[in-house]
C-alpha cells in the first residue's frame, strides 16, 4: 500500500540555519507529493507541491524536489525564522479521488 | 471566504453519550473527508466522501458515521464516545487538485 515515511522530530535550530526535513514514500503508480505545515493551533495548510518525477515545488523560500529514483521528497530551507516554527507533514496522493497519506509530522522549532 | 468551517471549537463528553461535529465547505467541493491527530500518530483518516450521496471508510472508522445529503455538508457523529476517542478532529475538502483545505480544528475530551 501506500505510505509515507518522514524523521521524526523534534528538530530544534537556531535563526539562520539550514533546515532539511526528510521524506520517503512507498507507493504504486506515480503519485503527487506535498508538504503541509501546521502551525499552533491552527488547521493544516498546504505549503507546497509536486506533481511529476524531477518537478520542483516551492513556497516561501521552502522547497522540495520529486526524487523518483530514491522515492524522497525531502524539504529544504536556506535560513529558517522563528515564524517558521510548526508542524511539517509530508504526504502523498494517488491519481483519481483517492484520500491523502500523511507522515506522522515533524515539529520544528527555532529559537532566536 | 468561509473556507471549511467546524463546530464546535471544543466539547467535553461522558463515556458512552454521543454527538456529532459538524464541518461546513462553501467552495463546492465534491471531496471531503475527515481526520483525527493524536500525539505521534499524524493524521488519521476516518472516513471520507467524493460527492454527495457517497461515503467510505478510511484507516480508523469505527465507532464513528458520517453522511453526505448535500455537497456542502460532511457531520461526524460519535455514536457512543470512549475516552480512545480523545482526539483533534479535522475536516477537510478539494476539488480534486491534491490540495485539502482544512478547518481549524475540533478538540474533543471524552472523560
Known amino acids: 500500500g501506500n505510505s509515507v515515511t518522514q524523521m521524526e522530530g523534534p528538530v530544534t535550530l537556531s535563526e539562520e540555519a539550514f533546515l532539511t526535513i526528510n521524506c520517503t514514500y512507498t507507493a504504486t503508480g506515480y503519485p503527487s507529493l506535498f508538504w503541509y505545515v501546521q502551525y499552533p493551533g491552527e488547521g493544516l495548510q498546504l505549503l507546497l507541491k509536486a506533481t511529476k518525477a524531477d518537478d520542483k515545488g516551492s513556497n516561501k523560500g521552502f522547497e522540495a524536489t520529486y526524487r523518483k529514483e530514491t522515492t524522497s521528497f525531502h524539504l529544504e530551507k536556506g535560513s529558517v525564522q522563528v515564524s517558521d516554527s510548526a508542524v511539517y507533514f509530508c504526504a502523498l496522493r494517488n491519481s483519481g479521488n483517492t484520500p491523502l497519506v500523511f507522515g506522522k509530522g515533524t515539529r520544528l522549532s527555532v529559537i532566536a | 471566504n468561509a473556507g471549511v468551517t467546524q463546530t464546535p471549537k471544543f466539547q467535553v463528553l461522558k463515556t458512552g453519550q454521543s454527538m456529532t461535529l459538524q464541518c461546513a465547505q462553501d467552495m463546492n467541493h465534491e471531496y471531503m473527508s475527515w481526520y483525527r491527530q493524536d500525539p505521534g500518530m499524524g493524521l488519521r483518516l476516518i472516513h471520507y466522501?467524493?460527492?454527495?450521496?457517497?461515503?467510505d471508510q478510511g484507516e480508523v472508522p469505527n465507532g464513528y458515521n458520517v453522511s453526505r445529503s448535500t455537497t456542502e455538508d460532511f457531520p461526524l457523529r460519535l455514536l457512543s464516545a470512549a475516552p480512545s476517542q480523545t482526539s483533534v478532529y479535522f475536516c477537510a475538502s478539494t476539488e480534486n487538485t491534491g490540495e485539502l483545505f482544512f478547518g481549524e480544528g475540533s478538540r474533543l475530551t471524552v472523560l
Open positions: 466522501s467524493v460527492g454527495a450521496g457517497i461515503t
